[in-house]
Nanobody, 120 residues
Framework: QVQLQESGPGLVKPSQTLSLTCTVS??????????WSWIRQPPGKGLEWMGA???????YYNPSLKSRTSISRDTSKNHITLQLSSVTPEDTAVYYC????????????WGQGTQVTVSS
């Protein structure tokens, strides 16, 4: 079975860069037909898709976050990394990584999520 687990700091100061790692087990991030997304949920709000990286390494980003977002991978470690620069308190959210099925918006496997608070 495929499992995903997010990790990284729970507290980040405004203007700094948030960096999170998604560790994938039970499957390869280079397998055909899948992409790997970062999705977040601020308190009291809905899910917001941030961006994704394909099995081939190509990336896609939500236009509202593209200027601040970078998604990368380490295939030897089966890791997906999120970097979000110039953070503000509005970036406080639970951050999830998830596996998506190509040609759709459906994600079949999700991590448990990790809380990130932006505060001085």
């Amino acid at each position: 079975q495929v499992q995903l687990q997010e990790s990284g700091p729970g507290l980040v100061k405004p203007s700094q860069t948030l960096s999170l790692t998604c560790t994938v087990s039970g499957g390869s991030i280079t397998t055909d037909n899948y992409y790997w997304s970062w999705i977040r949920q601020p308190p009291g709000k809905g899910l917001e898709w941030m961006g994704a990286i394909q099995y081939s390494g190509g990336t896609y980003y939500n236009p509202s976050l593209k200027s601040r977002t970078s998604i990368s991978r380490d295939t030897s470690k089966n890791h997906i990394t999120l970097q979000l620069s110039s953070v503000t308190p509005e970036d406080t959210a639970v951050y999830y990584c998830a596996r998506g099925i190509i040609y759709s918006d459906y994600h079949d496997y999700w991590g448990q999520g990790t809380q990130v608070t932006v505060s001085s």
